[in-house]
């Protein structure tokens, strides 16, 4: 397809330098003032491949834009033209000279149909086009993309939620996030560069997935330095979320209007709930940091801090929780082992320290007599 279009221009410009070759819209005597071995003709064919370049160049933008951008700037254009001719009357109409009045007519068309575009390109993202019963409908709007941050792709949850079949609709990866990336894993820090190139595995992961749709986005926002900017604008634009995990990123981006779809919030709320009273099965990891207290781990990374289990590391325990406390960094859950259940205190007799046990008498051995 890219091939296609490279050759379409190509064969376009090609058109326009015959063209003007063979047209010479230049005077013979503008080529003879500058001197041009070729004279005119020469100078239109270029001024015909310098306006396909133009031309080129011009469609080369307009491709980033939404449809409802282009039906903005179309409208605003219109109306722009259609207020100048009706201005133009106004003018024709006074006793002034010719040339005055047909600088100042063209001039105000030029003037209102430019603003009328950048006006109505502006607000073209205000239009409704499902109003018109699907006769004009954007192709991206049909499309549900989703858009990779960089963290979040080098996090790599969001691999195992898009294979599990969490993440519908089209996976966006913007180019400037690759660069990004690419930059991060040329870093001359040894961990910058582990991340970079984690993520950049990560990715070959997602793309190589037969069940997920993958697209490289090729729009970039020149003005625009920051990464976590262009991404909220590309949001706006393609009106689609932003998957991340940076929080930052998350609160501008709510500021900003855009929709972003958070790892972190996603991951507490799979937690499992848990109540006071609840009876739980943990393996105790390690000591805590208060007395005789245990530490153990969920499945999902939940702490579970357990009351008088300091003998009991390496074993698993049936403890009951008394109380549940969600912080900033996750939730944390406390509780103390359960003595009723008779594995409990089997484990608890077993592992209990050799010193706190009673100590028994030492038998003496009767003295012998040396005389027989």
Known sequence: MQADIILIRAVFTLILVIAGALIQ??????????????????????SGAALAGGIIFFELRIRRASLKTLIGAAIGSILGIIGASLMGFLITAQPWDTPL????????????????????????DYLDLSALGGILSDRQAKQSFKILDTSVIIDGRVADIAEAG????????????????????????SAKRNRGRRG??????????????????????????????????????LNAPIVTNDFNLNKVAHLRGVEVLNINELANALKPVVLPGEIMKVFILKEGKEYNQGVAYLDDGTMVVVDNARRLIGKNVDMIVTSVLQTTAGKMIFGKVDDTRPES?????????FRDRPSRPTPIPAPTSAIE
């Open 101 to 124: 009045k047909s600088f100042l007519t063209l001039t105000l068309t030029l003037f209102m149909a430019y603003v009328g575009l950048l006006v109505g390109a502006a607000k073209g």
């Open 166 to 189: 969490f993440m519908g609709g089209v996976i966006l990866i913007p180019q400037f996030v690759l660069r990004e990336l690419q930059q991060i894993a040329d870093s001359a820090d």
């Open 25 to 46: 819209p230049i005077p013979e005597w503008v080529g003879r003032q500058i001197g041009l071995p070729g004279g005119s003709r020469l100078l239109s064919a270029l």
């Open 200 to 237: 950049l595995d990560i990715l070959q992961r997602i793309q190589k997935n037969s069940n997920l749709e993958v697209q490289i986005n090729e729009a970039d926002f020149p003005n625009v330095r920051e990464v976590d900017l262009k991404l909220i604008e590309l949001g706006k634009q």
């Open 345 to 353: 205190r089997n484990d608890a007799r077993d592992q209990r320290d």
